[in-house]
């Protein structure tokens, strides 16, 4: 039984978006990428990601003992198995279970929510409890550092608290399985893929299961566009414009927000074979339209409209014939003086299947921003329209129509729907999208971002007073130098200066010996459960967490700053003396 990509869909939305960080994405990939096919999987996934709030300390223990015995149980298989693709094949389904757990020991959901409950329940003094309950239940690395030091007895935890040491427990273990387990298989199976399924294509993924994947969709002559779908509801998104085109990468994206469009095969740009007649997935009773999609096309800067041939309404025995002359038009002379005068690069050329009926109206919409924009629609197809050969009717959008004509049909008005849809795929960028009426519903044909758009003003925040938020990690305040450290290097860093703030994207246990001579810690992503915010709270640093990318890039050659970890601010401009530890 295959899982329809509204089924996969849901699980995305409804399961994997709720459970696991949406910043650090690379374990929901996995199972996600891992369930794509496997309903039986994602059957079982399903429980793992729908933990209640009010499940008991020991029965959080027994859960996260469950995902590490399911962990062991196929890297035990692994080294049974007869060839190498079979043992990776059966490790990526470890990885399932170890990121499950790797997520729920430190930033999924459930454990964000019991730190909220935390907060709720001891208000203003929640750090300073959390912070003296680390200082009397160390981690692994904590013990290091403080073994010889005087330190507050444990006292009577209550539930929450206990939950919160079944979770400091588990991150302690899984940072030594990962080292001594996980990793070196991992590093293995990535060589193993990239080696294996090397392609022209120059493309990089964050784990070597999306670049198994990506380059498995690369053998293909014929992909169907829930396929695509599929993939970049699992994390591969513009990667995908190399293999099937701007229009092919619009329409996926498209499809896996949920928007109607038509059934959809592609020849990928670098298919073996254009010869598509006798393949099962296309029926030989219909005709077709055979559109373009080149990968310079439909992008954010240079759109080649109108540039590549397409064609409508073609039988299935000239399928061959009409493929061919689309390929070729990326030769076609508009196409590169187009290319001269934009200075760009040769197209490479994938193309669009689609069963061809002829619609009631078909249209254009130019957005302006996300509330406004421009509709132009013709009866019948939409070839008259882009031919210039008549005049097309039009509306003005700005929330609510400027004209007492609004075209209506089976989803409510068409301006009204696409403003909608423009929302759903961009916060801010307005959409350039054709569509189409057949039987009285809203067919979206080709999307992509609008190349010219309005510059809207953005409002004062404190990023402009050199001030940046993040989470509050580790109370107390400190004002001094500061070095951003890349974790690249971080083996190569042998003069750390004692006091230092440290700036960084993340940490984790390697980093002991800066971080405990740090005064304070800064960094990109993490969470209050992250390796560097429970070390703080035991050394007593400091600590702001998750500032955000964009926030770090603009700090990172600051030599001074001030860390308010109380109230979690990170501020450029020294305010304050630097507290002693």
């Known amino acids: 039984m295959s899982i329809s990509i509204k089924e996969f869909r849901d699980f995305k939305t409804n399961y994997c978006d709720t459970f696991f960080p949406s910043d650090v994405t690379i374990w929901s990939s996995i199972v996600l990428l891992e369930c794509m096919d496997n309903p039986d999987l994602m059957a079982e996934v399903k429980e793992y990601l729908t933990i209640k709030e009010d499940i008991s300390a020991n029965e959080l223990n027994d859960l996260m003992q469950k995902l590490r015995d399911k962990t062991n149980e196929y ?23 170890y990121g499950i757990l790797e997520s729920l020991d430190e930033l999924a ?30 981690s692994v690395d904590g013990s290091k550092v403080l073994e010889n030091m ?63 994947k990506f380059y498995q969709l690369c053998q293909k002559d014929l992909i169907s566009i829930d396929e695509l779908s599929k993939l970049y ?29 038509p059934k959809t095969y592609v020849i990928p740009c670098f298919a073996s074979s254009c010869d598509i007649h006798g393949l099962a997935e296309l029926s030989s ?42 390929i070729a038009s990326k030769d076609n002379s508009r196409v590169q003086e187009y290319i001269t005068h934009n200075n760009l690069t040769q197209p490479n050329m994938a193309v669009l299947l689609q069963p061809f009926q002829e619609p009631t109206f078909a249209g254009v919409w130019i957005g302006k921003d996300s509330n406004s924009g421009y509709l132009e629609y013709v009866e019948g197809n939409g070839e008259k329209l ?10 003005s959008w700005d929330n609510h129509t400027n004209t007492t004509d609004k075209l209506k049909c089976q989803n409510g008005f068409v301006g009204e729907k696409l403003i909608e849809y423009q929302k759903l795929l961009s916060d801010s960028n307005p959409a350039d999208f054709e569509w189409m009426i057949l039987n009285d519903k809203l067919v979206l044909l080709q999307y992509r971002p ?16 050199g001030v940046y938020k993040g989470i509050a990690a580790s109370p107390g305040f400190t004002s001094g130098p500061a070095r951003f450290i890349n974790a690249r290097y971080i083996d190569k860093v042998d003069d750390w200066k004692d006091g230092d703030i440290l700036m960084s994207w993340y940490t984790d246990p390697e980093w002991m010996n800066i971080l405990s001579h740090s005064s304070g810690i800064v960094t990109a992503v993490g969470g209050f459960l992250c390796h560097a915010a429970i070390i703080a709270r035991e050394l007593g640093i400091p600590c702001v967490i998750g500032i955000g990318g964009d926030a770090m890039k603009k700090i990172w050659n600051e030599k001074e700053l001030t860390v308010d970890g109380t109230n979690g601010l990170v501020k450029t401009t020294l305010t304050r003396k630097r507290n002693s530890r």
């Open 150 to 212: 005087a330190l507050p007895k444990e006292y009577n935890a209550d539930e929450l608290l206990k939950k919160y040491r079944v979770l400091k427990i588990w991150q302690d273990k899984q940072h030594g399985y990962y080292q001594t387990v996980i990793e070196p298989i991992l590093h293995k199976m990535a060589e193993y893929y990239e080696n294996m399924y090397s392609n022209s294509l120059d493309v990089h993924f964050e784990s070597p299961v999306m670049y198994l």
């Open 285 to 326: 009773n219909i005709h077709y339209s055979v559109r373009s999609s080149a990968d310079i096309e439909d992008g954010q800067k240079n759109s080649f409209a109108g540039l590549f041939d397409s064609y409508l309404d073609v039988d299935y025995k000239s399928l061959n014939e009409y493929i061919a002359k689309v």
């Open 450 to 465: 609008v190349t010219t758009k309005l510059e809207i003003p953005k409002d004062i925040n404190l990023e402009e007073k």
């Open 386 to 395: 882009v031919s210039g050969k008549v005049t097309p009717k039009m509306e």
């Open 109 to 138: 959901s459930f454990s964000a929510n019991l730190i909220s409950q935390i907060k709720d329940k001891y208000k203003d003094n929640y750090l300073e409890v959390i912070a003296n309950f680390d200082k009397g239940n160390l």
């Open 233 to 261: 509801l699992c994390g591969i998104d513009k990667e995908l414009i190399k293999l099937v085109g701007g229009k092919g990468y619009g329409l996926t994206v498209l499809n896996a927000k949920g928007i109607e469009i």
């Open 75 to 97: 890297i035990n298989m692994m080294n049974h198995a007869a060839t190498k693709d079979e043992a990776y094949e059966i490790f990526r389904m470890s990885l399932v279970y």
